[in-house]
């Protein structure tokens, strides 16, 4: 079930950021698949929770091809898709990584490496993809809020995961004693 989940919030993530407009809160600018985003690194910490680090870059790359695939089929230009690939595994790697290293709590791993990992999707992201590096769909003023605005978005995502994993690990630790 986790796997599954993993594997289509990144496709939802794809197919919503595709065909909804972005939300602008100020001058933060959203795609509306963040919030499915933010999704993906507490479902992967999950994966990799029960399958370990080997097993879950298996399923980070299976999840690589899904997301290229879902975004190619939904239109997006071929630098779109590129930034969306580069992103994905330069997040999704240090998420992994950072998830592995830290000596805390389960609630605390997923918190503080899906903060990073959201980070780094939505700075790469927004470069290679949306500015006048990538596809020039923004120009370079927008970028600093583009990011900001998905950083924002992913940390609360971040943040409601941890802390309802946290209080599901407490219910499972009170059952159990």
Sequence with gaps: MRILLYLLSIVIANV???????LHFGIFIV?????????TFIFRDLVQNKYGR?????????????????SYLLG????????????????????????????LPMAWRVFYSGIVG???????FVIIGLSPLGAGFMPWEAVPAAIAGQ???????????ALVLNQVLVIKEKRLA
């Excluded at 795609?31 to 999704?39: K, Q, S």
């Excluded at 978005?153 to 971040?158: L, R, S, Y």
């Design 151 to 161: 950083v924002i978005v992913k940390t609360v995502i971040q943040m409601m995961g």
């Design 76 to 103: 997006d230009t071929l630098m779109i898709v590129a930034a969306s690939a580069v992103s994905f595994v330069i997040a999704e790697t240090a998420d992994t990584e950072i998830y592995s290293r830290l000596k």
């Design 16 to 22: 919503v950021t595709a065909r909804f407009a972005p």
């Design 31 to 39: 795609p509306m698949g963040t919030l499915f985003v933010g999704a």
């Design 118 to 124: 959201g980070f780094l999707d939505s700075a790469v």
């Design 54 to 70: 080997r097993k879950t870059y298996l399923f980070i790359f299976t999840a690589l091809v899904l997301s290229a695939l879902a």
